[in-house]
Each structure stands twice: as C-alpha cells, then as structure tokens.
C-alpha cells in the first residue's frame, strides 16, 4: 500500500471521464481519499457536463498550470427557441421565442462569424469571483453585478446535425471559454435565443476523452492494485 502511495505523491496524471451531476471536486475529493494525496484538476466541468477531467497527483500537480492553458474540444447540443436565466438547464427555459425560420445555411454561416479572437461576457451563473463572491451567489439572491467580458479563441465551430430546436455543435476553443455563454450569444445572433442543451469535454489538448476512465474505473483499478501489492511485512 505504501509502495502504490507513494507512486501518487511522486506524481501522477489521471484521466478521468466525469458522469454526469459530478463536480469536478467531487471527483478530485474521490480521487484523494483513493490516492491519499493531493489532487487537483486543469479545468472545471460543470455538473451538467461529462467528459475529460484531467487530474494530478502529488508532485504532479505542479503541471496543472500548463494543462489549464491548452486547447479543449466540446460536443454540444443548443436548444433554440429559449433562453436560460443560467444559459443552460439549470435555470428554467425563458422568453420562448419562434425558431422555424431557421434553416441549416443560417447556422452555418452565424457559426463562422464566431470564429477568431473576440471578447466573451461570462454566464451569471460562472463560478469566477466578484468582490470576493462566486458570481452564481449573486445571480441566485438577485443581485445584478457587471461581469467583465474575457478575450477568449474559438478556432473550430462545425454544426455536426440539425433537429430542431436542438442544434448539435463541435467546438475547439481556447482555455477559458464558456460554451453555454456561446450557446447564449449564437442564439443572440440568430435571432430567436438558445441555451446549453447537453455538454461532453472530448479533449483537452493532445489528450482524449477514448484515453480516460470512469471514476469508478479508477476506484476499482487503485483498489485491485492495493490488493496485489506484496505485503511489506513477509
């Protein structure tokens, strides 16, 4: 047990495919008590999303900083015809709006005007501070704060299939992009509103969600793994 513990302080890099209603803390606070070590994660996944979460171990973590800045590839789904107080499902869909003059052209061709640098406000709802205060806190006692717009990069926006309302969407994108704040602002653009449908994180830099396991399948492998360890006192 020592021997495999010690293998998670010296360092280790987890790949990890979050189930949906998992925070990212969940999973690393998961991996801790597995590991007995400290973990942390190179970018956040909402609760709603599933997908690659890149965890590290030990030493390892010192890496985090460098993971956090790569390239991270989405598949998404956009509702149009609504908005969302939270720009996905965790707010009750408002304001619906009629959606039946969209036609496949049309999203192809508002989905270019998004490509490149450009400044993006983020959801009131983030998890980014204000005075101190996680913005969600505020947007959930009804206090209204100016939330400061990030320049972010979207380098790939390939509409994948159409049924509407639902939108199916790629995206690759700079560290730091909300992709329920460009669900908001493609509806915007189209003229009828949209919100986060459904959220998967596919890859973040080189590494693939096909490379990761579940966090059940890290439970079990550690747990085999502690099990076959020889036994330091024979």
Known sequence: ME??????????LLLVDKPLGWTSFDVVNKLKKLTRTKVGHSGTLDPLAT???ICCTGKKTRELARLQGLTKVYAAVFR??????SDDLETEPVQQRPYEFIHE?????????FLGMQQQIPPKFAAIKKHGVPLYRHARRGVEVDVEPR???????????????FVHVEITCSSGTYIRALARDFGKKLGCGAYLFALRRLAIGPYRVEQART???????????LNQLPDASS
């Open 51 to 53: 997908g690659l979460l």
């Open 80 to 85: 149009l015809g609504a908005t969302s107080p």
């Open 105 to 113: 052209a049309l999203l192809q061709e508002t989905a270019k005007q």
């Open 215 to 225: 966090i059940f399948e890290w439970e079990n492998y550690i747990r085999q793994a």
């Open 151 to 165: 320049t972010i990069q979207i380098l790939r926006f390939e509409i994948v299939s159409v049924h509407l309302p």
């Open 3 to 12: 021997q495999l513990s010690q293998s998670f302080v010296e360092g280790a």
